[in-house]
């Protein structure tokens, strides 16, 4: 049986942005329960207020809902997946790190803020990333993968990461472990 927030979810899927008052007029349902619906789904994380808009100089502004880009998917790690398999040998891990890298001056830091500034910039590149002190030295680890779902064919991108922390924090890194079909994490000790 699908339910009723199951159906304002199946609606704005179909139509990518809709008022409460045009979902509860297309779902036969009335509009507060409409927006409980969208209170609820927007708390979970779910769907995200779009944007506001009037409505012909009738009554306030209506709030439009729409489901997160995020959730909608996109077509980077296919595009990702043919431009390294198009660049072949031609790939070069460290200059593309350098890139990713942008303009960074951590090595005038201290210790601790330098691996406190890399693990800031790499969550903003979806790592879940945090570090640790190890008996070898600080431990970086990855929680997630980015390119999890082409790295088996494209192992150059553990390289790439390496590159990226080295050129972030100052100093080599090396990878002493390696996430396995979403299992475990990567971590690499900075030497």
């Given amino acids: 049986m699908t339910t009723a927030r199951q159906k304002v979810l199946s609606h704005l899927t179909k139509t990518r ?48 809902y729409s489901i997160p880009r995020a959730a909608l998917g996109d077509n980077l790690s296919t ?13 070069r891990p460290e200059a593309m790190a350098k890139h990713l890298a942008g303009e960074s001056s951590l090595s005038g830091q201290p210790l601790a803020k330098r691996l406190n500034l890399v693990i800031e910039k790499v969550n903003r590149m979806n790592y879940h990333a945090r570090w640790e002190a190890g008996s070898q030295g ?7 993968c980015p390119y999890a779902s082409i790295i088996e064919k494209h192992p150059e ?11 972030l924090f100052g100093g080599d890194m090396e990878q002493i472990a390696k996430t396995d079909n979403f299992q475990g994490m990567c971590i690499f000790v900075a030497r």
């Fill in 17 to 64: 942005a809709a008022s409460a008052r045009e979902i509860a007029r297309a779902l036969k349902m009335s509009v507060p329960t409409v927006r409980h619906h969208l209170r609820v789904l927007i708390s979970d994380g779910r769907l995200e207020m779009m944007s506001v808009r009037g409505r012909e100089g009738k009554g306030r502004p209506e709030k439009v």
């Fill in 79 to 91: 595009l990702a997946d043919a431009l390294l398999s198009e660049a072949g040998s031609g790939f």
């Fill in 138 to 144: 600080p431990r970086i680890l990855f929680g997630h």
């Fill in 157 to 167: 991108l553990c390289q790439m990461d390496a590159a990226l922390l080295k050129e």
